[in-house]
């Protein structure tokens, strides 16, 4: 087993971390299942959000009786402090806890500071002191309130997308968070399922001893595959090194990684999906990409308006509708015989 530290909170926990958004997408029996196998073999750091709809309830109806052996961090994408309070009583509930180990804002478009009009950080300080949340943590898909986040010095730890793939500005906010002795949770660790093997992804965490990824699973068979990393952490072998420079290659430059922040779209998009098709045919079963729903999901881009919404949203500067004609483009030429 490998384990990490969190920085300044001092939490030690095991390195490979479950990240529980996708458990939304099944019944509670198989995610109390998952969550209860997780555990029992060793996973203990537990990543969740308010806005994830019913996954706290899903954590605490399968975790509440070892809530001392587990670590719980959850969030709120509240923007006013009221919301702060509702958000947590309920998280809280839901989890069926006293405390939350981390309580996390959750992409603020700016960072929340002490003193700030929107009251947000003074009531996460209040809760802090009513024993509520014991560490003060953000995430974000945003550079710039990544970098005040760090900078500020008020803030226990940073949850930011990192994985292979990564740009050198992104390892710059590792490196910057072990200076400042921040915990350092990564997030889309696989790249929103571009990358496909999670042994290459997982040992390339383990050249970072102060990054926790949290895994996002939601089948049975996934979280299998994590726990073989949590029984034998993979290393770094020439093989997988030379696998990641050939991803890296191939998926150079700019691509969109599947986060969703640019959406909801006015003409009802998939942006998320359909921004990244051409990737999809290639590195997933192409036949899945090809069913009548998806055709329809992408047809959907002929009624681009044209609003530059989800282009002024997107986090990595990506032109979106651009990107969406492109995919389009090549996706209708896929349908027609192209070959892949
Ligand atoms: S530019 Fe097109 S894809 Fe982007 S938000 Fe507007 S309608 Fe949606
Ligand atoms: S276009 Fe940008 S914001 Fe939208 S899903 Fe892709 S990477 Fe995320």
Same mark, same amino acid.
């Given at each position: 087993?490998?384990?990490v530290? /969190? =920085?300044r909170?001092?939490?030690?926990v095991?390195?490979? =971390?479950f $990240? ?5 997408r @099944?019944n ?13 073999n060793?996973?203990e ?9 019913d996954?706290e309830?899903k954590?605490g109806e399968?975790? *509440?009786?070892v809530?001392?052996?587990? @670590?719980?961090?959850s969030?709120? $994408?509240a923007l006013n ?13 839901? /989890?069926?806890?006293?405390?939350l180990?981390?309580?996390?804002f959750h992409?603020?478009?700016?960072c929340p500071l002490?003193g &700030?009009?929107d =009251?947000?950080?003074d009531?996460?300080?209040k809760?802090?002191e009513?024993?509520k ?11 710039? @309130? ?16 990192f994985?292979?793939l990564?740009?050198e ?13 921040? $915990? ?5 660790a696989? *790249?929103?399922? !571009?990358?496909?093997? *999670? ?12 990054v /926790?990824?949290?895994?996002g ?8 595959e994590? !726990?073989?990393f949590?029984?034998? +952490?993979?290393?770094?072998?020439e093989?997988?090194s ?13 691509? #969109?990684?599947g986060?969703?922040? #640019?959406? +909801?779209?006015?003409? =009802? ?6 921004a990244r098709m ?7 079963p *192409?036949?899945?990409? /090809?069913t009548p ?6 047809k959907?881009i ?8 989800c282009k002024t949203?997107?986090?990595? &500067? !990506?032109?979106? +509708?651009?990107?969406l004609?492109k995919n389009?483009?090549?996706y209708?030429?896929?349908l027609?015989?192209k070959?892949?």
């Amino acid at each position: 087993m490998a384990k990490v530290r /969190l =920085g300044r909170t001092e939490i030690v926990v095991e390195k490979n =971390g479950f $990240g529980a958004l996708p458990i939304q997408r @099944v019944n509670m029996d198989t995610a109390k299942h998952i969550l209860r196998k997780a555990y029992k073999n060793g996973i203990e750091f537990f990543d969740t959000a308010r806005f994830y709809t019913d996954s706290e309830e899903k954590l605490g109806e399968a975790l *509440s009786d070892v809530r001392n052996e587990v @670590v719980l961090a959850s969030k709120t $994408g509240a923007l006013n402090a009221e919301d702060f309070w509702k958000d947590l009583e309920t998280t809280l509930n839901n /989890l069926k806890t006293d405390h939350l180990d981390i309580y996390q804002f959750h992409n603020p478009p700016f960072c929340p500071l002490p003193g &700030g009009e929107d =009251g947000l950080y003074d009531a996460m300080l209040k809760a802090k002191e009513e024993g509520k949340v014991r560490f003060i943590g953000i995430t974000n898909h945003r550079l710039a @309130v990544a970098h005040e986040a760090i900078d500020s010095g008020m803030y226990d730890t940073l949850q930011f997308p990192f994985c292979y793939l990564s740009a050198e500005k992104e390892t710059e906010l590792v490196e910057k968070c072990r200076k400042a002795d921040m $915990g350092f949770i990564a997030m889309k660790a696989l *790249s929103g399922g !571009l990358i496909t093997s *999670s042994e290459a992804a997982a040992a390339f965490m383990m050249e970072y001893d102060n990054v /926790l990824p949290i895994w996002g699973i939601q089948r049975e068979k996934e979280l299998d595959e994590f !726990l073989e990393f949590v029984a034998k +952490p993979p290393v770094m072998t020439e093989e997988i090194s030379a696998l990641i420079e050939k991803d890296r290659k191939e998926l150079q430059g700019e691509f #969109c990684r599947g986060c969703g922040y #640019c959406m +909801p779209c006015p003409a =009802g998009i998939e942006i998320n999906n359909c921004a990244r098709m051409s990737l999809l045919l290639r590195r997933s079963p *192409s036949e899945q990409q /090809l069913t009548p729903e998806v055709q329809a999901k992408m047809k959907k881009i002929e009624e681009c308006l044209h609003c530059g919404k989800c282009k002024t949203k997107c986090p990595y &500067g !990506l032109d979106t +509708p651009a990107l969406l004609e492109k995919n389009y483009k090549d996706y209708k030429e896929v349908l027609a015989g192209k070959a892949i």
